[in-house]
């Protein structure tokens, strides 16, 4: 019993020190975006002053609005494109399919800066240079390959029988792709989805090679200001995203169960 007990509390401490290890650097940002001192000095004195300045900075608040944009069409299209090509994945065998799926995961293991690299000399080559466009491409061949990979994962367990119960009853393919695949596959178009607009908005290496200045994105502007000089802005609008992205998370999770229920 002793010796269980002395497991239980290192496996206690052991989780405690890992979120703290995790948290503690985003909490403490978060304090300090309320802090009055811009050079972090303690005491503490609270302010919301540097939530106030933030709207005034135009460069991080267009770059934050070009990162949301780009991140929410570049969700729609890997949605709406890796969920197709999960079905026809799923459904159909043809000559090179093993490859195809194969060439999914190297996109996702090649370090972000071979990446970049390589995009900004193919869109130079046809004539597409670089730029918010540049940058919306970019984005779409990093996230689809998440998107096919988590609602393929989902189609495996999926039941080919309720498919050909529902053709049996007379559903045309669109009838049973809407009504009976679909439903199935939510929960990881969902979770696909939500891997898509991290990977986008959190993309600064692709970003930074295809943006021109005054068409960045937020991770891009961050970096730039804090090469000129670290601003509490920067811990504001950081604060700022934070919570709404766990808001989403949140959301997401009480009205979605990804096991499989709704």
Do not use: C
């Not at 300090?32 to 900075?57: I, R, V």
């Not at 996702?108 to 597409?128: D, K, N, R, S």
């Not at 730039?224 to 934070?242: C, H, L, M, Q, Y």
Request: glycine share 6%; aromatic share 14%; proline share 5%.
């Amino acid at each position: 019993m002793a010796t269980t007990r002395i497991l239980e509390w290192i496996g206690r401490l052991y989780i405690g020190l890992l979120l703290a290890f995790l948290y503690l650097p985003i909490i403490i940002m978060a304090l300090m975006s309320f802090n009055a001192s811009p050079f972090y000095q303690l005491p503490f004195e609270w302010t919301t002053e540097w939530y106030a300045s933030l709207w005034q900075n135009d460069q991080l608040i267009s770059a934050t609005w070009n990162s949301l944009e780009i991140a929410i069409i570049t969700t729609v299209i890997s949605v709406v494109l890796g969920s197709a090509a999960s079905l026809a994945l799923y459904r159909y065998d043809f000559p090179g399919k093993k490859f195809l799926q194969a060439l999914l995961f190297p996109p996702i293991a090649i370090p972000w800066l071979i990446t970049g690299t390589a995009m900004l000399i193919f869109f130079f080559g046809v004539g597409i240079g670089r730029g918010l466009f540049a940058i919306l491409l970019g984005h779409v061949a990093l996230a689809l390959p998440y998107v096919i990979v988590v609602v393929s994962a989902r189609l495996q367990t999926f039941a080919p029988e309720l498919e050909e119960a529902a053709r049996s009853l007379g559903a045309n393919q669109w009838q049973v792709t809407r009504r009976v695949t679909l439903p199935w596959i939510m929960p990881g178009v969902i979770a696909g989805g939500l891997f898509a607009f991290a990977v986008s908005f959190d993309q600064f290496v692709v970003s930074y090679f295809l943006s021109t200045p005054g068409q960045t994105t937020l991770p891009v502007e961050i970096y730039a200001a804090i090469r000129k000089g670290f601003t509490p802005e920067i811990n504001a609008v950081s604060t700022i995203i934070i919570v709404v992205s766990m808001a989403l998370m949140l959301l997401t999770a009480r009205f979605f169960k990804f096991g499989g229920e709704k």
